[in-house]
Every structure is written in structure tokens, then in C-alpha cells.
Nanobody, 121 residues
Framework: QVQLVESGGGLVQPGGSLRLSCAASGSIFSINVMGWYRQAPGKQRELVATITSGGNIVYADSVKGRFTISRDNANNTVYLQMNSLKPEDTAVYYC???????????????WGQGTQVTVSS
């Protein structure tokens, strides 16, 4: 069974930085796309950033220039470096892995449990 385990959330002051990590565990051959989404209270879940195994990256306009996504394909891990954080970045951040190729099976649109990021003074 595949699991996505996130870490790195917390409370930070405006202008501060946090780094989120998400490691996929289990018997995995490859993962096509890994990414981060977020959901603030009373709002829909939204894209933050995604990265393919080949390194193609998409960012939401709201985080361009402040957040950096990266991944370690060998360890099935994706990172999100968040700088210049704003109160409006406060949300639960979810890791996503799409098209996981495993022995004898594939998984699509897999989610982590979420990690809280709070930006407040």
C-alpha cells in the first residue's frame, strides 16, 4: 500500500519561511506528477504547485516568485520551499501524487493527510 507522509507545517510570522516535505512510501516504481494543494477555511482546495518526474513545473499565480517546488525522484519525495509568507497563505497543505506505478497496479490522484500552515503575527 502506498502512503504519502507530509511534514514541515507550523506557525510562522508574516515574511517568514517554511519548508514542506512529502515522502511517498511503499513499493513504487515511479510517480508521474507530485504536487501541493491547499485549502483555507471556507474555501475550495486549490493548486499551489506541481512538478513532473521530468521537472516540468506549474505554479499558482499567487505563489510565483515566493514558493519553490522540487522533488527527489530516487526517494519519491517532493518539497515546497515557502518564502515571504503572507497571512493569506494560511491553509491546510496537501501533498498529491498522480499516476503512481507500483508492482501489478497503478494509483491515481493520491492524497496525503495534510499539514497546517499558519501565517500570523
Amino acid at each position: 500500500q502506498v502512503q504519502l507522509v507530509e511534514s514541515g507545517g507550523g506557525l510562522v510570522q508574516p515574511g517568514g519561511s517554511l519548508r514542506l516535505s512529502c515522502a511517498a512510501s511503499g513499493s513504487i516504481f515511479s510517480i508521474n506528477v507530485m504536487g501541493w494543494y491547499r485549502q483555507a477555511p471556507g474555501k475550495q482546495r486549490e493548486l499551489v504547485a506541481t512538478i513532473t518526474s521530468g521537472g516540468n513545473i506549474v505554479y499558482a499565480d499567487s505563489v510565483k516568485g515566493r514558493f519553490t517546488i522540487s522533488r527527489d525522484n530516487a526517494n519519491n519525495t517532493v518539497y515546497l520551499q515557502m518564502n515571504s509568507l503572507k497571512p493569506e497563505d494560511t491553509a491546510v497543505y496537501y501533498c498529491n501524487a498522480d499516476h503512481i506505478v507500483a508492482p501489478s497496479t497503478q494509483y491515481f490522484n493520491y492524497w496525503g493527510q495534510g499539514t497546517q500552515v499558519t501565517v500570523s503575527s
